[in-house]
């Protein structure tokens, strides 16, 4: 995430408990090296001292087949578990936010969309999906990098010095979603700690 992007909205998926799922948000991908040493490990890689999200699942709902936070495996319904009611939801609607991705050029989903209105009403934010295609991604990446003018959201490729990157143009987010940390959005906080350790780059959550 852009260091300008910390607000309400950036974290607006924790609230809805849909919204990192539905619209792909930020992914962390395994660094490379180049003459300054690794440039901040593979995705998931535990450092000392770092505090995944604490896990709290939501509602008093009663699986059929427990899962397991620290694997990740998620609990398991036979039927549709009843709907349990989240405070503040719907949201707001706020300003539209952006998200370059990886995706198909001809299939950039756009107002009218059914699904695109759908991830709106839920998230109670509008959006623009900047595409860069399968073949030409990093290179869409890195001129977006080099301009300067980021997106909110950016699906991270692995470039030389991808560490000191991250740490110029994007937010550490463990200060508001480590450890208990990650209560205030108790839809984020419902998903299993395991999920967690795919955002972890450079020893900090970079991720959502």
Known sequence: MTPNMI?????????????????GLTACQPGTEDAEGPAGGAPGEQTPGLQLPTYTPFGDVEPDLPGDAELGLPAAYFHFPEI????????????????????????TPQPGNPWYDKFVADMGNRFEMIAGGYAEYLQKFSVTMAGGELPDLVMIEPVPQLERLLDEKFHDLTPYLGGDNIQEYPG??????????????GGKLRGV
Do not use: D, H, K
């Open 188 to 201: 984020l906080a419902s998903l299993p700690t395991a999920t967690w350790r795919v955002c972890v780059q």
């Open 84 to 107: 349990q009611e989240m405070a503040g939801i719907p949201l707001p609607e706020t300003e539209p936010f952006s998200y370059l991705a990886q995706m198909p050029l001809t299939q």
């Open 7 to 23: 607000s309400r909205r950036t974290l607006l998926a924790g609230a809805s408990g849909l919204g990192v799922a539905a619209i």
